[in-house]
C-alpha cells in the first residue's frame, strides 16, 4: 500500500536531498513538499543595524553549507526530485494556506525535516499523522543549529 504524504523542509541542501530521497521511494507518494526559505537566525540585527551573529556560528554555518555540497551534491545533481515542492517563507507550515492546502490533499502523513514550529490547528487536524524527523535536543535546542550547539554550550547530554 502507497502512503501519500506531504514533506515540510527547508531550503536547505540537506533537506532538499531528503525530500529527493524520499519522493523516489517505492511505496511513498508526495503529494506535495514545501520548503521554508532561509533561517531568521542569519537575519537578526542589533539596534544599529549591524549583524550580531556570533563569528563561530557563521563560520559553522559556511562549513556545514560546503560540507552539505560535497556530500550531496551529487545526489541532488543525479536524481528527480519528485516531491512538487513549493518554496515558500518561514513559518508557513502553521498558516491557514498550509492547512488548507492540507486539508485538500488528504495525505496519509505529514513528515517534518526542518520547517519552523508548527502551531495552531495543522496540530489537531492532523493528529497523530505527523512525524518530526528532528537531529537535535528538543525542545532545548532549536533551529539548525540543534546538534551544533549543545557542543559548543558544553552540555552535549
Given amino acids: 500500500m502507497t502512503k501519500k504524504i506531504i514533506i515540510l523542509t527547508s531550503t536547505d541542501i540537506r533537506h532538499q536531498c531528503f525530500r529527493s530521497f524520499l519522493s523516489n521511494q517505492k511505496g511513498i ?3 506535495k513538499s514545501f520548503s521554508e526559505t532561509g533561517n531568521p537566525i542569519f537575519k537578526k540585527k542589533n539596534k544599529t543595524g ?3 551573529i556570533h563569528p563561530l556560528l557563521k563560520r559553522h554555518a559556511f562549513q556545514r553549507r560546503q560540507m552539505e555540497k560535497d556530500i550531496f551534491g551529487l545526489y ?3 536524481t528527480i ?5 513549493l518554496d515558500c517563507e518561514n513559518g508557513f507550515s502553521s498558516s491557514e494556506k498550509f492547512l488548507k492546502i492540507a486539508k485538500k490533499l488528504n495525505p496519509d502523513l505529514i513528515v517534518v525535516y526542518g520547517s519552523s514550529i ?3 490547528e495543522i496540530l489537531n487536524i492532523f493528529k497523530n ?3 518530526n524527523v528532528n537531529l537535535g535536543l528538543s525542545p532545548y535546542y532549536r533551529g539548525s543549529g540543534t546538534n551544533y550547539f549543545p557542543f559548543v554550550n558544553n552540555k552535549p547530554e
Fill in 129 to 131: 499523522k505527523i512525524i
Fill in 50 to 52: 549591524v549583524d550580531n
Fill in 81 to 85: 526530485d519528485k516531491s512538487n515542492n
Fill in 118 to 120: 508548527i502551531r495552531g
Fill in 29 to 31: 507518494k508526495v503529494l
Fill in 76 to 78: 541532488i545533481k543525479s
